[in-house]
Each structure stands twice: as C-alpha cells, then as structure tokens.
C-alpha cells in the first residue's frame, strides 16, 4: 500500500473512532458556459485585402543560402526577417511551406543570411524567382562556419544555425543561432515597401 492508501485508510480509520469530525460533502462549482466559435462569428478576411494592408509595413529585404549536402548553393529572397534574441543570439525568417528550398536549408542545418543593399534590387529579384538557377553569375563566398553562399556586395551577414523550427500557418517560422556576423560593407539598405523596393533616404 502506497502513502496515500495508508493516509487514506487512517482517515477513515479516526472517523470511525470519532476522532475526526465526518466528512462535510462538497458541493461542485457551477459548471462554465463553454462553446465553439461558431463560423458565423468569424470575420472573413479576403487574402489580397490581407496583403495589401500589410504591405503598407516598410521591411528589409535579405537572401537567405545554404550549402546542400551535395555541395551545390541554395537560397532565396526572404523579406520576413527579425531579430529575436540577444541572449542567446537568435534570429528569425518565415518561409513557405510550399518552398522549394526550405527543404535544402533545412537538410543542411545551418544557413547564412544575406542582408541587401540598395544597390541589388535585381539580385533580389533573380532570387525570388522558383526553379531558376539563382547563382548564375552571382559571385559569393563561404561563411566561416557554415560555409554557406555569402554574397558578395551584402552590406551585412548572418552565419548561423538551425535552432528551432514553429508552424505558423501556411508559413513556417525558422529560428536560427547566430555563430558568426559582420558588417562589412557601407551603404543603404534595401527595402521593400507595396510591392516594390526603395531605399532609405537621409
């Protein structure tokens, strides 16, 4: 017999001698009025009224690569990127589930990301491209850690790891730790702004 069973058994046995007073019955809580939201209370949001009101949020823009197993280059233009965490160093992008290359990056586990400048809007573009062969005349070097495609020009990169992968929806919020970073080069940042890029004006 457990504690409890021995605990359990004493109780009833001083009751019985009157030691201990009966005991009192309880009486349950209400019960709380719990439902569904019922779909009629939702309210329906039309997807491209979705993206044009959040279009309206001025981001950076980045190219996020990785080294596949097979040792060829893979990446694309990712404007859902943030910093997450100073201690440790975390950062975060969200991607498509139906992405292509997500795949790849995740099979290598490590990734760099790229932090455009002003100058490579077109750049951008060619990496937004799917099924394109997105390196084709792209000069880039290893990372230090991953050995991830840095590319050259970036005014900033990230070298980092695989740290923890959420659902989101339709997306997926990658999470990766950062193990090496620099600033390398001088200039505006790319930004991306309803549908088009920009840059930063002083």
Request: aromatic content about 8%; some cysteine; glycine content about 12%.
């Given at each position: 017999?457990?504690?409890?069973?021995?605990?359990?058994?004493?109780?009833?046995?001083?009751?019985?001698?009157?030691?201990?007073?009966?005991?009192?019955?309880?009486?349950?809580?209400?019960?709380?009025?719990?439902?569904?939201?019922?779909?009629?209370?939702?309210?329906?949001?039309?997807?491209?009224?979705?993206?044009?009101?959040?279009?309206?949020?001025?981001s950076g823009v980045t190219v996020v690569t990785a080294t596949c197993a097979d040792g060829t280059p893979a990446g694309f233009a990712c404007q859902s990127f943030a910093s997450l965490s100073l201690d440790p160093p975390l950062i975060a992008f969200m991607v498509a589930r139906t992405s292509t290359t997500w795949p790849k990056i995740a099979e290598?586990?490590?990734?760099?990301?790229?932090?455009?400048?002003?100058?490579?809007?077109?750049?951008?573009?060619?990496?937004?491209?799917?099924?394109?062969?997105?390196?084709?005349?792209?000069?880039?070097?290893?990372?230090?850690?991953?050995?991830?495609?840095?590319?050259?020009?970036?005014?900033?990169?990230?070298?980092?790891?695989?740290?923890?992968?959420?659902?989101?929806?339709?997306?997926?919020?990658?999470?990766?730790?950062?193990?090496?970073?620099?600033?390398?080069?001088?200039?505006?940042?790319?930004?991306?702004?309803?549908?088009?890029?920009?840059?930063?004006?002083?």
């Open positions: 017999m457990g504690h409890a069973g021995m605990a359990a058994t004493t109780i009833r046995y001083l009751r019985s001698t009157g030691a201990l007073p009966p005991a009192e019955p309880v009486e349950a809580l209400p019960r709380p009025d719990l439902r569904a939201v019922g779909d009629d209370e939702r309210l329906p949001l039309d997807p491209a009224e979705f993206r044009r009101v959040l279009g309206h949020f001025a290598a586990g490590s990734f760099c990301v790229n932090i455009l400048g002003a100058h490579q809007g077109e750049l951008c573009r060619g990496f937004a491209v799917s099924g394109a062969d997105k390196f084709a005349g792209v000069a880039y070097e290893p990372a230090p850690v991953s050995g991830a495609p840095l590319l050259a020009g970036a005014p900033a990169w990230l070298d980092c790891k695989i740290h923890a992968v959420h659902t989101g929806g339709d997306h997926l919020i990658v999470v990766g730790r950062v193990n090496a970073l620099d600033a390398s080069q001088d200039g505006d940042p790319l930004l991306f702004h309803q549908g088009k890029f920009g840059q930063f004006v002083r």
